[in-house]
């Protein structure tokens, strides 16, 4: 998946970027006080991207 489809996919289900370390950003979902890191490559793996759904608390891709 790409990594700028990821990010749509986050914002659509009202999460919000946080904050940008040296590899990866930080995102936050408001309405369950959940965040996650997402590396800052333009291909994420499958599994990667489901994780990081699941970590945010919004339906998986």
């Known amino acids: ?4 489809e990821l ?3 986050l914002r659509q289900h ?8 040296k590899k990866h ?5 408001p309405t369950n ?3 996650t890191t ?5 291909e994420i793996k ?3 991207a ?3 759904c699941k970590d945010l608390g919004i339906p998986e891709p």
């Open 7 to 9: 990010l749509r996919r």
């Open 1 to 4: 998946m790409k990594r700028h």
């Open 25 to 29: 950003s930080v995102y936050f979902n």
């Open 50 to 52: 489901r994780k990081i």
């Open 38 to 42: 997402i590396p800052r490559h333009n």
């Open 33 to 35: 006080r959940k965040t």
């Open 46 to 48: 499958n599994t990667l």
């Open 14 to 21: 009202g999460c919000q970027f946080l904050e940008e370390g």
